[in-house]
């Protein structure tokens, strides 16, 4: 009897605190082996699903993260525990203009070599790398906190169901004529040298100066241009006044000459134009007390400049390089070739935006044409990534429709999101926790704009569109009899080719289409 009771385990005391060191390899283990987070389709249960906002492959998981994640987990074991068919579902996001920025910043610290300097696969490569790097991190510490994620179901934002998915949604828009490549503005990183989607803009209040500009007025006499970007008076291509503006009558009709390019540019008359104080304008409006009453319109450095070169048909001109810098070789020099042998402008190309700032004001000044500088503080859009202003910058990008009518359908993309929120086709409608964000989605959607989907980067999801060169075209039609039908759409010109067909690619490269 002695014996056996020294067999007996002995109770032991309950620890006033947990100790997770003692417990969670041993329960982890368990779970591992009877792989209880992982889940099959089941009808006879209710489902709940998350799916885990998957974190960048740029670093490791932080504190925040693991805040995040608890909360997720905990949700999802409650719903298990409660009898539903519970599933969380990991990943890792491919992270585009972030994962890029930080593998570039690294290989030029460790190696003094620029992304330029490889080809583009071997470059792409080494991004590999980084990623199959932090996403075993990630994946890793997800897993020593014991997340209760389905290990058998992990996504990747560039694996082949996603990159399916992608293509197959992009063809279809594209055949549908949702998706198209246009020249307006976007907004441009000059760090990171891509376009940047609206909610890639981050507003900041920042300390600057209105710059009060005169320009000569042909005949006699000037208007004083206010203005936060001096810089940009290179671009003008017309002054703007409202036409309730007493010096509207004599002046809207008349052109001034503008100072160091020398372009005759047109007076117009727009209501947009803030009134001053002084003539009528809101003395409550501070824009109205900064306003001299006269705009300078740069349509291709400026959302709103460019809005009005639209309806009074003015020309756009891009005096910047895509790195910020003065530049004549993106645009400028095929509307006025003149400019390459003007004297007075060769000073600034080549500078900074900046550096273009200063040196523009300086002349005014020194040409008594600078009539004053007043402090201003305002909000200017930044880069999410770089974290530098954003230019308003002319070029071509790709765009989806958002408030064009869906062929087949009565609503356009952004007004199905709308719908959402009042019925969906399973008959349920959409909800918010809090409701108060139900106004946010709306808005949003609302005022949503054309999409930019492009980036003028390596390593992400490239733009399945092949084009010929410029004076070459092929039929749509003789390109359909070639291949399948539903392989290929779009026009003499531009193709866009459906997913799954290599071979299909291999031979429109070998007739002269580029891909995008």
Known sequence: METASKELVTPTELAKSYDHAAVQKEVSACWDELRLWHTEPDQTKPSFVICIPPP??????HLGHAFNNTLQDILVRWKRMAGFNSVWLPGTDHAGIATQTVVEKRVLREEGKRRTEFTREAFVARIQTWKDEYEARILSQLKSMACSCDWDRVAFTMDAPRSLAVRT?????????????????????PVTLTALADDEVENEEIDGFFYYLRYPVEGGGFVTV??????????????????????????????????????SIPIIADEYVVLPVEFGGDENDAKSKFSSGFLKVTP???????????????????????????????GWAEIEPQQRSNTTLAQFLGLSREEARKAVVAWFKQNN????????????????RSHVPVEPYLSD???VAVQKQIP???????????SALTLMEDGKSLSFIPDRYAKTFETWNANLRDWCISRQLWWGHRIPVWQLPEGKSVSIERLNLLFDSGVITGDSTCVCVAPNQSDVEREIESMGFVQD
């Open 226 to 263: 206010a203005t936060t970007r001096p810089e940009t008076m290179l671009g003008d291509t017309a002054v703007a006044v409202n036409p309730k503006d007493p010096r509207a009558a004599s002046l809207a009709g008349k052109r001034v000459l503008l100072p160091i390019v020398g372009r």
């Open 300 to 330: 291709a450095h400026d959302e709103n400049d460019y809005k009005l070169g639209e309806k009074h048909s003015l020309p756009r001109i891009n005096v910047m390089a895509p790195n910020a810098d003065i530049s004549l070789d993106h």
């Open 397 to 399: 990008q790709w765009y």
């Open 408 to 418: 087949g359908r009565s609503q356009s993309l952004a007004g199905l999101a709308l």
């Open 369 to 384: 044409l600078l009539e004053k500088v007043v402090p201003y503080r305002h909000s200017v859009g930044h880069s999410y």
């Open 56 to 61: 960048n492959v740029t670093a490791a998981l």
């Open 169 to 189: 949604a992009f063809f279809q828009l594209f055949k549908d004529k949702l998706i198209y490549r246009g020249k307006r503005l976007v907004n441009w990183d």
